[in-house]
């Protein structure tokens, strides 16, 4: 059985993200904790971006946040952009984010849920 923790990104592929149709993958960081992930074929996720200047977005920074790494371009996380996925659509493991960024995240979420 393929480990999908908390904190660990995968490649995803979906044919929802596309607007023709094809295949297309992202990058999703696993946001939900482990025993809700060993207990279901689905995990929640927030999607991963290039585009470092959305205003609900957490940069990475690759030698302080992870704990392993395989994303090549300039990154962040959406964290107003989470959904539910089944683990059959993920491809590989791109690596890990440390546990103080997944703090800050849910932070940042909690605060953008808040009155």
Avoid at 51 to 61: N, Q, Y
């Amino acid at each position: 059985m393929t480990d999908f923790t908390r904190g660990s990104i995968w490649l995803a592929k979906s044919a929802r993200w596309s607007a023709d149709g094809t295949e297309h993958k992202r990058p999703v960081l696993i946001v939900s904790n482990n025993k809700y992930n060993s207990n279901s074929e689905e995990v929640i996720c927030m999607h991963i971006t290039t585009d470092v200047r959305h205003e609900c977005s957490l940069m990475l920074d690759y030698s302080h946040d992870m704990e392993a790494n395989r994303l090549v371009d300039a990154s962040a996380v959406r964290y107003d952009a989470i959904a539910r996925y089944p683990v059959r659509i993920f491809e590989k493991k791109l690596g890990a984010v440390k546990e103080e960024k997944l703090a800050e995240l849910v932070k940042k979420l909690v605060a953008l849920l808040s009155k």
